[in-house]
Structures are given as structure tokens and as C-alpha cells.
């Protein structure tokens, strides 16, 4: 199984408004990330968790909070979000082992900041 | 600087004609490289990957790509083109440690009839 779950699958929030997006996978991978991806964009990395702790935050304002409950979840809390946010956001997971890097992402929650 | 290139931000094919999406990486790059799919409105899905080993990678949906370190590239080709494949693809290889991946800006594959 390869397959990484996300929810929910749309999201709209105003920007008072405060909402969680949600991952999981259970392929034992034990490295968790967090994706920003705008149209026509590549995505652009924001959090790498690796053993449940957060080992890459890549300068993310505030208003997005990571947090990884277990090895299988992880969660993106967002608060006072701003309209430029709104974007596709993917979670992706990778074993956490030496040569083995490809990640695998999940289908991605679409969220509209108003 | 950036670690992968793609050349061609848009590539357009006739169904069934040959499909060469471009890819090419930085020197400093580690030796793994990978290519991925984005269907519309989906994530990312791995296509294949290169891990050392033999150059020339089978991946899924009939698409191969050949590792050459004289030419620093990784182009990705499929014999005959079909409609389904339209889709976004993204060269990709790790960067900075760690378990960073960066990608290329991506390349639209169009197909048609």
C-alpha cells in the first residue's frame, strides 16, 4: 500500500477563521512533509517531520502550525490565514532510511482563504 | 542554484507520436533523480526513479528515462502517446541533505488528436 490520505479534499476558511488539514499514511514511513503548491507551480517544501519531530521548518509564517500526534499522522493547524494562501496543500511521506529519498505525496486538500 | 532544469514549460504531441520531456540536473546533485505526474486537481504521483544502477529506468504507464552523467540529464520518454497522459510532469532530485527534494518548474504535456 502507497498510499497517503488527506483531508478534507477542499477547504474554504475565512481569514478569522481557524481549521486543520489532516494526513495519514501506513506505509511504516517514518518522515512526514508539508507542501505548498501554487497553479502552475512546482510545490514548494514548507515542514519535514523525521521520527515525529519537526526537523525542517523552511522560514513558514506562523499562522501555519505543524504538529505530528504519531508515526502515521500528521496535521497542518491553520489561524488568521491572508487571501495569497490559498493554494493546494500536499502531504507527502518518505522512509527515513540512507539512498532511499523518493517521496510519496497524497492527493492534496485545495484551500480557498476569503 | 537550481539542481534540475526542465526545458519546455509546455510540450505539445499528437496520440501516438513520441513523448521527450527534458530534464536536466546540477553536477553537485546526488545520484537519485526521480519524475512525477500531477494529474489535474491530484497529487503528485511517482512515475520512476534512478538510484544508481542501471541507466535506463522502467517506470509505470509505459514511461523510461535514461540516467547520462556526460550530459547531466535524465529525459523522459514514452514511445507512443496517449490522451490519459496528459498531465503536469516534474523532474526532481535531492537537495540541501536531509530529505529535501527539489523540482524542476515543471513541464505540461498536451495531447492530441
Known amino acids: 500500500d502507497t498510499e497517503v490520505t488527506q483531508t478534507p479534499k477542499h477547504l474554504v476558511m475565512g481569514m478569522t477563521n481557524k481549521k486543520s488539514l489532516k494526513c495519514e499514511q501506513h506505509?511504516?514511513?517514518?518522515?512526514m512533509y508539508w507542501y505548498k503548491q501554487k497553479a502552475k507551480k512546482p510545490p514548494e517544501l514548507m515542514f519535514v517531520?523525521?521520527?515525529?519531530?519537526?526537523?525542517i521548518n523552511e522560514s513558514v509564517p506562523s499562522r501555519f502550525s505543524p504538529e505530528c500526534p504519531n508515526s502515521s499522522l500528521l496535521n497542518l493547524h491553520l489561524h488568521a490565514l491572508q487571501p495569497e494562501d490559498s493554494a493546494l496543500y500536499l502531504c507527502?511521506?518518505?522512509?527515513?532510511?540512507?539512498?532511499?529519498?523518493?517521496?510519496?505525496f497524497g492527493p492534496g486538500t485545495r484551500l480557498t482563504v476569503t | 542554484a537550481q539542481s534540475v532544469t526542465q526545458l519546455g514549460s509546455h510540450v505539445s504531441v499528437s496520440e501516438g507520436a513520441l513523448v521527450l520531456l527534458r530534464c536536466n540536473y546540477s553536477?553537485?546533485?546526488?545520484?537519485?533523480l526521480f519524475w512525477y505526474v500531477q494529474y489535474p486537481n491530484q497529487g503528485l504521483q511517482l512515475l520512476l526513479k534512478?538510484?544508481?544502477?542501471a541507466t535506463l529506468v522502467k517506470g509505470i504507464n509505459g514511461f523510461e528515462a535514461e540516467f547520462k552523467k556526460s550530459e547531466t540529464s535524465f529525459h523522459l520518454t514514452k514511445p507512443s502517446a496517449h490522451m490519459s497522459d496528459a498531465a503536469e510532469y516534474f523532474c526532481?532530485?535531492?537537495w540541501g541533505g536531509g530529505n529535501k527534494l527539489t523540482f524542476g518548474t515543471g513541464t505540461q504535456l498536451k495531447v492530441e488528436l
Open positions: 507527502a511521506s518518505s522512509q527515513q532510511a540512507a539512498g532511499v529519498v523518493e517521496q510519496y
Open positions: 506505509m511504516g514511513h517514518r518522515a
Open positions: 517531520y523525521s521520527y515525529e519531530k519537526l526537523s
Open positions: 553536477s553537485s546533485v546526488p545520484p537519485y
Open positions: 534512478y538510484t544508481t544502477g
Open positions: 526532481a532530485a535531492p
